[in-house]
C-alpha cells in the first residue's frame, strides 16, 4: 500500500506523532487549501476525502491494527481534518472537536488546581463564562488583563503562573497583541501560550511562527464559513504536548462527526478566495462607516488610523473581516437593527452571510458590568461580520439603516 493512503495515516494515531511537516513544504498554501493534506486518496483515486461512518475498525489479527480501532480515538475522515488544520497552522498536531467551546474546554484540563493562567480580558463571552463559572471552580486562578499592555502583562506574571490566553484581534473591540512579545513572556515564565486565531484563521495568521505553543480555533466561523457547521480545533506546534492532549480529547469524547469533518475539508479548499474576498469587502465597509456622520469609532486593524496598523502587518498576512464600530446614539442602535434587509441580525461570524451582533446584549451578555465597561462593549457598539455579498449592496443596506 502507498504511503499516502488513508489506512497508512492511521499509523499516526498509533504513535501520536503528528504531521510529517517535511511533506508539507513543497506547495504553497493556495494550493494545500485546495488539496488537503492527502490531497487524493491513493488507493482509490477519490479526489475528495472518503467520509468514513464507521465507529469500529476490524483488526488484520491479533497484536495488529490499521491503526484505527474505535471513532473516538480516531477516524480516517476526521484524521484528514485535522493534519490539513496542523499543516495550515504550520504545526504538528490538530484535534477536531464538535465545537469550539469543548475544544477549548478540553484544553483547560492541562491546568490543574493552583495553577495560574492569565487571559487576555477582550475576549469571546462564551469562553470568558467558561473559566468564571465552570473552571473557576476547580482552583484555576485565572486572571483577565489586557493583553495589549505589556507591563501588566509582565507584572500579572506570578510562581504559578502555568499558560496564557489571548485572541487576536480581540472580540469585539479588535485590539491586536503583540504575539512574538507574549510569547516570549510566557516561556520566561515557564508557561505555555495559547492563542485563540478564530478571527484570522491560518489564512492570515501563524501563531506558531511567532512562538505560541497551542492554537484553538472556533471551526464555526471562517473555517466551516457558511454558517452551517459547529466545530472546534485544538493544534499543537511540536510533540510536548501531543500525548497530552491525545488522552484527554479521547477520554472526553467531544470530538467532531465525520459528516462534520467530510463538510470541513470541503470549506477549506475555499478558505483563501473567501477570506480575500470578504477582506476586500471589510475595507469598502470601513471606508463607508468612517465617513458616516451617525459613526463616532470604526474599529478594524486594517485601518491605518488603527493604533496596531503597524503590528498587525508585522505579524499577519491579512486583517479579516471583522468590523466594529460605534453609533453616536444609542437609541440608533435598535432602530439600525431593525431596518436592516440584507444584512441579518444575527449572533456568529465569519460565514458567507453578512451579520450585524450588538455583543452588549447577544456575544458579551455573560460580562460583568464592570468589565464591559472597561473594555468600551456598550450600548453604541455593533459588530460586523462582513460577509461575501456584492459590497455595493451591503453599504446601500447599512445606508437606508443608518439614515
Ligand atoms: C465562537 C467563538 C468561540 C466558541 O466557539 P463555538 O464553536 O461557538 O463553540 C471561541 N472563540 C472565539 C473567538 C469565537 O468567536
Redesign the pocket.
Known sequence: MDETSFQAMGEQIKDLNGIDVDRCSGWHEGTRLVRGYTDFDRSTGTINAPLYFSTAYAHPEYGKTTGFCYSRCGNPTRLELENTIAMLEHGKKAWAFS??????STLLKLFAPGDHVIVGDD??G??YRLIEDVYAAYGVDFQMVDATDAQAMRAAIRPTTRGIFV?TPT?PMMKVVDLAATAALAHEAGAILIV?N??LTPYFQKPFDFGADVV??????YLGGHHDI???FIVVRDESLVERIFMLSMSEGGMLSPFDSWLTLRSLKTLGVRMERQQANAFALVDFLKQHPRVTQVVYPGDPDHPAYGLSQAQTTGFGAMVSFKLAHAEDVPVCLNRLKLILFAE???GVESLMTFPLVQ?HGAMPADLLDRLGIDDRLLRFSVGLEDPEDLIRDLEQALS
Request: glycine fraction near 18%; charged fraction near 10%.
Open positions: 465545537s469550539g467551546m469543548a475544544a477549548i475576549l469571546y462564551g469562553t485572541e472580540n485563540d478564530t478571527f484553538v480555533h472556533s471551526g464555526t466561523k459547529t466545530s472546534g456568529s461570524l465569519g456575544t
